[in-house]
């Protein structure tokens, strides 16, 4: 069964440290892996993810993807109150995206 | 990027009644998009991929009749909630897979239903 797995579930944290999202996937022909953040309404896309080891930048995130061992991990770095989302990561097919349950990250001051 | 618009953004409406929720893509045409339901602080849960020129194909456990999905051109599909119920209210999302190679989805901006 195709899979993908987030983890951790929720996350709470102070304004300055650094966060490590993990998402892991089991997905038959497998194609790229998406990070995306859900505020309140529609996900917003950060990344995607089709080649193994090469780190995307976008300010203060980064994310990177590991084909062999299946997974991928989206680093935030000094982190704000406006960070706090929930940041969904999906793997693609070529048919289907495969959503995880989401990881809740709350930025506190 | 692309743009997929979505509307209505919040409805409600009494128990029995049907509501239809219209998912454009603005600035690309879209062949396929995917309709998702989304509890309170839960993931997306896919219920079906609309086809344009063929019928959607529906996720196992998501009722055709209930959730009524035509995708009656390039840049438009809709989802009829039939004979919505109290148990039918939840956050309703489209998307489309962007060109040129469908791997980045697009989200509209998502449909509240509340059915009293």
């Known amino acids: 069964e195709d899979k993908v797995v987030q983890s951790p579930l929720s996350l709470v944290v102070h304004e300055g440290d650094t966060v490590t999202l993990n998402c892991s996937y089991e997905?038959?022909?497998?194609?790229?892996l998406l990070w995306y953040k859900q505020e309140k309404k529609a996900p917003t896309f950060l990344f995607m993810l089709?080649?193994?080891?090469i780190e995307k930048k976008s300010g203060r995130l980064s994310s990177i993807l590991d084909k062999k061992e299946l997974f991928s991990i989206l680093n935030i770095t000094a982190t704000q109150t406006g960070d706090s989302a929930i940041y969904l990561c999906a793997a693609y097919n070529f048919n289907k995206f495969y959503f995880g349950s989401g990881t809740k990250l709350n930025v506190k001051p | 990027g692309a743009v997929v618009s979505q509307h209505p953004s919040r409805v409600i409406c009494k128990s029995g009644t049907s509501v239809k929720i219209e998912c454009r893509s603005l600035?690309?045409?879209?062949?396929?998009m995917f309709w998702y339901r989304q509890f309170p602080k839960q993931s997306l849960m896919l219920m079906a991929t609309?086809?344009?020129?063929?019928?959607?194909?529906?996720e196992q456990g998501v009722e055709k009749d209930k959730f009524l999905i035509n995708h009656a051109s390039l840049t438009l599909s809709t989802l009829t909630v039939t004979s919505a119920h109290p148990e039918d209210s939840s956050f309703y999302i489209c998307s489309a897979p962007g060109q040129p190679y469908g791997e980045k989805l697009f989200f509209g901006s998502g449909t509240q239903l509340s059915v009293l």
């Open positions: 609309s086809n344009e020129g063929s019928k959607a194909t529906y």
């Open positions: 997905v038959t022909n497998f194609r790229s």
């Open positions: 089709t080649s193994s080891g």
């Open positions: 600035d690309f045409q879209a062949t396929t």
